[in-house]
């Protein structure tokens, strides 16, 4: 109430200043109403309110995403027992846009705006239906102050009829119940997720049906097709029509559009993700040369054409949006980890000696480029072969498990220090140098297995510069990206060190435009190191939170990266040395940019210790909520809230965005039956990367968060809970071919997912009602704020209608 108070106050302010400069320049009228009633029949009417708007201006919608904003428009009508409001009002499709005078996204009309409520009329006798309706109108620059317009319509006395009404000089109908035109609804499938909804009108012989398009309220009621908002659903432009018959009407007095015999109107539309069907409904009038009848409006319902329908009462398996994301960022992740690998001294000075071993010991320079392709491609297959054996070694479910196991994270922590330590300088990881000596030996055979193993031996050679990188992208392949995470890592990895030799042989002029080795290629490493030192702990937070420790918190975390990232900086401005570092006498030019960038990322670093929400690394440091003070600096939000009817509600403490959440299924669905509201099930993982990405970047959008505050129970089940269950529910279970004893909380809860939805990967979104069935899809990982609003959306719709 304080809100819109606030907000009215605001607006008057606004027309107070702007009103008398107003007045001295023009009186504004931008909008003209006008009004007309068609009687369907003896019980029902339609109420015509129409708004005819000047270019440039705008009315505004029912429904505002704020009271902070504008006014909504409003209808409100007198009661009377002479007739009753059918259903609500009827609104045409809105414009949303960004509103320059509100600094907001908004919903209005332009041109024109008809609005439509139907009534039950309860009385045979003449009455009349008044009311009041409220609005306001903008252009670009200014605003009008809101404005009341009365309004009447009149009802004549009736007599009962089922076919009509008739109309005055015209005869009654005599032949029985009259219906001259009959509907085809179809979807045609112009691919692309592109579709034509086509509606059918054939008319009976002597009818016709009017227009879309009428120029006079005071004639026949237009054609009008409405259709249903689902979530997917995206109109594109106007329902069009064929070119209709023009001419004199007798029964009105006045020239209209009209068809006969048959009529084709066709509405393109797409489907963004999720629309099954396409509903809605079409009103019409339709006469002859003496009478005229209303039927209802014609609903209709339409499968899309290759798109299997959505049983809300089934469990459906979510849709797994997360692999093709994550594997694209593998694969550029791993081809900028390869050109990294080329500007290391193990494999940089190899490029030109390499390109000129090829081009002069071939005949031909054709010969001489094949060979070098030959060799690109002979890297390629070696660095995906390593992937590929990465996979097969470990298996898909080790793969997978790596993410939330601790002891796996802990080893990932420690193979990283020790990457980053060799990278300082303090040890080279090498081969033994007998194995590399015969692979170097088999080089020297020619032909195609002399450059594959000529390849072969540059892997070996260059494995002191290259080993870390390799094993921190198989590390994070595996991690993220599941079973493919290593192959599509290794590919990306070897096609960035390999595209240099192929290129450079085929256009060997390029290799004088390549810089001289020399001591730059070691502060390359070095500054891998630091990289590699920070990822490390990235995988030490994973087990910490696995185990909730509560060692490495969130502050803890970006303490350490702000130390690691600061003395990389220092590092670049040459504030000290490293072994085999040369000298530096000034810095270059490209060395002190990255070295401003590196202390701007350290700057940025700083405010996440109070708090703030460092989106840039989303996913890398614990959840806001695992640190010190959950709540943010200086926060007193008190633990304990009690929900309605006196029930202790779980507190906000270790729930993302201090939400109200419970941990338990049990008592969360007893506590969503006593508030009367759905529930929404979060399974997710205190190592899940993606879970968190979730949570900082779309739970903490304020549409997406209020929905979770007002309309949800939030049920978050840990599958990665390391806490043992009681003994009396370590049982054995079943997931098809394996059997398994559930030991930990995490168990428990992962085993629900598998066994109820056919899903292990998190995170993943349910929402149920009380007897815990789907009211909508399952959702998982999308970073697609306005996609999960509808989601939410739909589910809270699904509910409200299974439980009115």
């Known amino acids: 109430m304080f809100v819109r108070f606030t907000a009215f106050l605001s607006l008057l302010t606004l027309f107070?200043?702007?009103?008398?400069?107003?007045?001295?320049?023009?009186?504004?009228?931008?909008?003209?109403?006008?009004?007309?009633?068609?009687?369907?029949?003896?019980?029902?009417?339609?109420?015509?309110?129409?708004?005819?708007?000047?270019?440039?201006?705008?009315?505004?919608?029912t429904e505002l995403p704020s009271d902070d904003g504008p006014i909504a428009t409003s209808f409100e009508f007198e009661s009377s027992g002479a007739y009753a409001l059918d259903g609500k009002i009827q609104e045409p499709k809105y414009i949303t846009k960004f509103d320059p005078n509100f600094d907001m996204e908004l919903n209005f009309h332009d041109n024109q705006a008809i609005f439509r409520q139907k009534v039950r009329l309860l009385s045979p006798e003449a009455f009349t239906i008044k009311g009041m309706l409220t609005f306001m109108t903008c252009d670009d620059e200014k605003c009008l102050p809101p404005e009341d317009v009365d309004f009447s319509f009149d009802i004549p006395a009736r007599e009962s009829s089922a076919q009509g009404m008739a109309i005055p000089g015209s005869q009654p109908p005599a032949d029985g119940i009259l219906e001259p035109v009959k509907w085809d609804f179809s979807i045609e499938d112009e691919g692309n997720n592109n579709y034509v909804f086509v509606a059918k009108a054939t008319i009976d012989e002597h009818w016709h049906l009017y227009s879309q398009h009428l120029e006079s309220l005071d004639g026949p009621i237009p054609t009008e097709?409405?259709?249903e908002q689902e979530p997917?659903?995206?109109?594109?432009?106007?329902?069009?029509?064929?070119?209709?018959?023009?001419?004199?009407?007798?029964?009105?007095?006045?020239?209209?559009?009209?068809?006969?015999?048959?009529?084709?109107?066709?509405?393109?539309?797409?489907?963004?993700?999720?629309?099954?069907?396409?509903?809605?409904?079409?009103?019409?009038?339709?006469?002859?040369?003496?009478?005229?009848?209303?039927?209802?409006?014609?609903?209709?319902?339409?499968?899309?054409?290759?798109?299997?329908?959505?049983?809300?009462?089934?469990?459906?398996?979510?849709?797994?949006?997360?692999?093709?994301?994550?594997?694209?960022?593998?694969?550029?992740?791993?081809?900028?980890?390869?050109?990294?690998?080329?500007?290391?001294?193990?494999?940089?000075?190899?490029?030109?000696?390499?390109?000129?071993?090829?081009?002069?010991?071939?005949?031909?320079?054709?010969?001489?480029?094949?060979?070098?392709?030959?060799?690109?491609?002979?890297?390629?297959?070696?660095?995906v072969l390593l992937g590929f054996g990465v996979t097969v070694i470990f298996g898909a479910d080790a793969l997978n498990a790596m993410s939330t196991n601790v002891w796996?994270?802990?080893?990932?922590?420690?193979?990283?220090?020790?990457?980053?330590?060799?990278?300082?300088?303090?040890?080279?990881?090498?081969?033994?140098?007998?194995?590399?000596?015969k692979v170097d030996r088999n080089a020297d055979r020619g032909g195609l297995i002399g450059i594959f193993f000529m390849a072969f031996t540059l892997a070996l050679v260059s494995f002191s510069c290259t080993g870390p990188i390799i094993g921190t992208l198989l590390v994070e392949a595996a991690y993220v990206g599941g079973k493919s995470g290593p192959l599509v890592g290794m590919f990306g990895f070897s096609l960035a060190l390999a595209l240099p030799f192929g290129l450079f042989a085929a256009f060997p002029g390029w290799l004088n435009s390549l810089p001289q080795s020399g001591g730059w290629l070691n502060s390359v490493k070095v500054v891998l190191g630091f990289l590699e030192l920070a990822l490390a702990f990235k995988f030490l937070s994973n087990a910490d939170l696995v185990v909730q420790a509560g060692i490495i918190t969130r502050e803890v975390f970006i303490a350490i990266w702000i130390a690691v990232f600061g003395v990389m900086a220092l590092?670049?401005?040459g504030a000290f040395r490293?072994?085999?570092?040369?000298?530096?006498?000034?810095?270059?030019?490209?060395?002190?940019?990255?070295?401003?960038?590196?202390?701007?990322?350290?700057?940025?670093?700083?405010?996440?210790?109070?708090?703030?929400?460092?989106?840039?690394?989303?996913?890398?440091?614990?959840?806001?909520?695992y640190s010190e003070s959950p709540d943010g600096f200086g926060s007193s939000t008190a633990v304990v809230?009690?929900?309605?009817?006196?029930?202790?509600?779980?507190?906000?403490?270790?729930?993302?965005?201090?939400?109200?959440?419970?941990?338990?299924?049990?008592?969360?669905?007893?506590?969503?039956?006593?508030?009367?509201?759905?529930?929404?099930?979060?399974?997710?993982?205190?190592a899940c990367v993606n879970c968190r990405k979730m949570e900082e970047q779309v739970w903490s959008h304020p549409d997406v968060l209020s929905r979770l505050r007002e309309d949800v129970v939030l049920i978050s089940l840990y599958v990665d809970d390391k806490r043992a269950l009681p003994a009396e529910e370590q049982v054995e279970v079943t997931i098809g071919s394996k059997t398994r004893t559930l030991k930990t909380i995490g168990n428990k809860w992962s085993h629900f997912q598998a066994d109820r939805y056919q899903s292990n990967s998190q995170p993943l979104y349910v929402l149920m009602d009380h007897?815990?069935?789907?009211?909508?899809?399952?959702?998982?990982?999308?970073?697609?704020?306005?996609?999960?609003?509808?989601?939410?959306?739909?589910?809270?719709a699904a509910f409200e209608k299974r439980n009115p």
């Open 16 to 61: 107070a200043i702007a009103l008398p400069t107003s007045l001295a320049a023009q009186i504004y009228d931008p909008v003209t109403w006008s009004f007309s009633v068609d009687v369907h029949d003896d019980e029902g009417a339609t109420l015509v309110l129409q708004a005819d708007i000047q270019k440039g201006w705008h009315v505004y919608a």
């Open 408 to 437: 796996f994270n802990l080893a990932f922590f420690l193979l990283l220090v020790v990457f980053a330590i060799s990278f300082f300088g303090a040890f080279e990881i090498t081969l033994p140098s007998s194995f590399i000596n």
């Open 225 to 227: 097709f409405l259709f």
């Open 232 to 383: 997917g659903l995206e109109l594109v432009g106007a329902v069009e029509e064929p070119t209709p018959i023009t001419a004199y009407d007798p029964i009105f007095e006045m020239t209209v559009s009209y068809f006969d015999k048959e009529a084709e109107f066709r509405q393109k539309f797409k489907n963004t993700g999720g629309l099954t069907a396409l509903k809605g409904s079409v009103g019409f009038m339709v006469c002859d040369n003496e009478r005229c009848i209303f039927p209802d409006p014609e609903e209709f319902s339409r499968s899309l054409p290759g798109v299997e329908a959505v049983d809300s009462e089934a469990v459906i398996a979510p849709t797994p949006t997360t692999p093709d994301r994550s594997l694209l960022g593998i694969f550029i992740i791993a081809f900028f980890g390869g050109f990294a690998a080329l500007l290391t001294p193990c494999v940089f000075p190899m490029i030109p000696m390499t390109v000129s071993f090829f081009t002069k010991q071939s005949k031909t320079k054709a010969k001489g480029v094949t060979n070098a392709m030959i060799y690109a491609m002979s890297i390629i297959f070696i660095y």
């Open 641 to 686: 809230q009690v929900g309605e009817g006196g029930t202790p509600v779980k507190s906000g403490k270790g729930c993302p965005h201090n939400l109200q959440c419970f941990k338990d299924y049990d008592e969360g669905l007893a506590y969503a039956k006593e508030v009367g509201k759905p529930v929404l099930l979060d399974f997710t993982g205190w």
């Open 571 to 573: 590092y670049l401005f």
């Open 771 to 796: 007897n815990e069935q789907n009211l909508v899809e399952p959702t998982a990982y999308d970073l697609d704020v306005q996609r999960y609003v509808d989601w939410l959306d739909a589910g809270k």
């Open 578 to 625: 490293l072994p085999h570092d040369s000298p530096i006498e000034r810095l270059s030019v490209g060395r002190l940019l990255f070295g401003i960038l590196t202390v701007t990322f350290t700057i940025y670093l700083i405010p996440g210790l109070w708090g703030a929400p460092l989106k840039i690394i989303s996913g890398f440091p614990p959840p806001m909520f």
